[in-house]
C-alpha cells in the first residue's frame, strides 16, 4: 500500500533558527514529491515539486531534498519566521495515476519569538 | 495572484440529506480535483476531473458522490444521503496541466458537520 510517513510530528523552534523535516515514502512507481505548507484554516500551498532525477530544489528560505533510491525527502527551512508556523506536508504522486496524490501525516511546526 | 474559491465556507447538514459542494477553479486551469480531509486526519485524494470526465478516483469515492462542472466555471460535488462519518474538511484544487509534475492549487476548503 502506497504510504507516506513524516516525522517529527510536531517541532517548536526560536525565530531565525533553522530546522529540517523529514519524509519518507513507499510510494511505487515514483513519479515525484511535493511539498505543501497548510496554514490552519486554509488549504496547502505548494512549495516544491521533484521529480526522481531531482535531488535538490530551493524556493527561497525552503529547501527540499530527495533521495530516489532510500525513498527519502527531507525540507530544510533557514532562518525561520513567525510566519513559518504551519503544517508542512509531503506530498507523493504515483506514476501513471499523476493526479491521485498520496499525502503524509504532516509536521506541525510551530516558530516562537 | 489567482485564488480557487470554494463556497461555503461551512455546512451544516442532517444525516441522510444530500449536500453539494461548490468550487471556482483557476480560470485557465483544466484539471479539477476533490479531496477530503478528516478531523486530526491526513488529506485524502477522491477524484480528478478532466473534459468533463472522471479521470481518476479513489476507493472513498462510491456511488454516494458525484462531481460535475455544471457551467464554464463552477465544479461541484455532492455527496447523496450523507452519513456522520462524511463530517470533514473538503478541499477543491485545480492545476494548468494533467501531467504529474503540475501543482495543484488548493481552495481554502469548507467544513461540512453532518448533524
Known amino acids: 500500500k502506497n504510504q507516506v510517513e513524516q516525522s517529527p510530528q510536531s517541532l517548536i523552534i526560536l525565530e531565525g533558527k533553522n530546522c529540517t523535516l523529514q519524509c519518507n515514502y513507499t510510494v511505487s512507481p515514483f513519479s515525484n514529491l511535493r511539498w505543501y505548507k497548510q496554514d490552519t484554516g486554509r488549504g496547502p500551498v505548494s512549495l516544491t515539486i521533484?521529480?526522481?532525477?531531482?535531488n535538490t530544489k530551493s524556493n527561497g528560505r525552503y529547501t527540499a531534498t530527495l533521495d530516489a533510491d532510500t525513498k527519502q525527502s527531507s525540507l530544510h527551512i533557514t532562518a525561520s519566521q513567525l510566519s513559518d508556523s504551519a503544517s508542512y506536508i509531503c506530498?507523493?504522486?504515483?506514476?501513471?495515476?499523476?493526479?491521485?496524490?498520496?499525502f503524509g501525516g504532516g509536521t506541525r511546526l510551530m516558530v516562537k519569538p | 495572484e489567482p485564488e480557487v474559491t470554494q463556497t461555503p465556507s461551512h455546512q451544516v447538514t442532517q444525516m441522510g440529506q444530500e449536500v453539494i459542494l461548490r468550487c471556482v477553479p483557476i480560470?485557465?486551469?483544466?484539471?479539477f480535483y476533490w479531496y477530503r480531509q478528516i478531523l486530526g486526519q491526513k488529506v485524502e485524494f477522491l477524484v480528478s476531473f478532466y473534459n468533463n470526465e472522471i479521470s481518476e478516483k479513489s476507493e472513498i469515492f462510491d456511488d454516494q458522490f458525484s462531481v460535475e462542472r455544471p457551467d464554464g466555471s463552477n465544479f461541484t460535488l455532492k455527496i447523496r444521503s450523507t452519513k456522520l462519518e462524511d463530517s470533514a474538511m473538503y478541499f477543491c484544487?485545480?492545476?494548468?496541466?494533467?501531467?504529474?509534475?503540475?501543482?495543484?492549487?488548493f481552495g481554502d476548503g469548507t467544513r461540512l458537520s453532518i448533524l
Open positions: 484544487a485545480s492545476s494548468e496541466g494533467g501531467r504529474g509534475n503540475q501543482p495543484q492549487h
Open positions: 480560470s485557465n486551469h483544466l484539471y
Open positions: 506530498v507523493v504522486s504515483v506514476h501513471n495515476a499523476g493526479n491521485m496524490l498520496t
Open positions: 521533484m521529480t526522481f532525477s531531482e
